[in-house]
């Protein structure tokens, strides 16, 4: 399980770490509280993940925020912007997407990137924010580990959304030998996983994001 979107709470992403249950956390550049928060992820030996912004197919509506990669960059600026975005996090081992139901179908731009983790030794995780995402392939050609999305534990905010999401993520789990969940730092997410966490212990083993990328 994987909760994205953290950098502007510490108050909250401390919460989240002091679940019981190995997660991992993904952070956002130029966020007020990135490395203060990385810092204690790390320390508490869970997986630090850039929360890389990337063009919706909404934008210019819906803005993906400071360091997004956009399609109409040309490579040396996407690579530059790129690079800027990886040093800002400390203690980074991987990489999912923030948005970018744009940028990752462009196969060309994701190859890119892709180039930049794999020279990095970083792991790419697709938040899937869009079913024509071309990242799967640009890993494959690249010899990138990677791994995709199975559920998002709370695109509805409600306590029995995403008690039934997480049910999902487990049948997935079960049924494929692993799965992948992203939730978000919502109170309802943190309560629901306050609840569950223990209980999913005898079902199945939570392990780090960096275990089950390939």
Not at 8 to 19: E, K
Not at 107 to 128: C, E, G, H, P, Y
Not at 168 to 191: D, N, Q
Request: negative net charge; aromatic residues 8%; glycine residues 6%.
């Amino acid at each position: 399980i994987i909760i994205d979107d953290l950098g502007y709470d510490d108050n909250i992403a401390s919460r989240f770490l002091d679940l019981d249950g190995m997660l991992s956390f993904s952070i956002l550049p130029y966020s007020p509280f990135q490395r203060e928060i990385a810092t204690a992820v790390h320390r508490r030996g869970r997986d630090v993940l850039l929360h890389l912004p990337m063009e919706p197919l909404e934008y210019p509506d819906v803005n993906p925020g400071e360091g997004a990669l956009m399609s109409a960059m040309e490579p040396d600026e996407l690579l530059d912007q790129l690079h800027k975005d990886l040093d800002a996090v400390p203690f980074v081992v991987g990489v999912n997407n923030h948005m970018g139901s744009r940028l990752t179908q462009d196969s060309a731009k994701m190859r890119q990137v892709f180039t930049i983790l794999k020279r990095r030794n970083l792991f790419f995780v697709d938040s899937l924010t869009n079913p024509r995402s071309r990242c799967a392939q640009a890993a494959d050609l690249l010899n990138l580990k990677f791994a995709h999305r199975h559920v998002f534990l709370d695109h509805v905010q409600n306590a029995h959304a995403v008690r039934f999401q997480i049910k999902r993520l487990v049948t997935i789990a079960k049924s494929k030998g692993s799965a992948i969940g992203i939730g978000h730092p919502y109170p309802v997410t943190w309560e629901i996983l306050k609840e569950e966490l223990p209980k999913l212990k005898y079902e199945i083993e939570l392990v780090p994001v960096s275990e089950l990328v390939g």
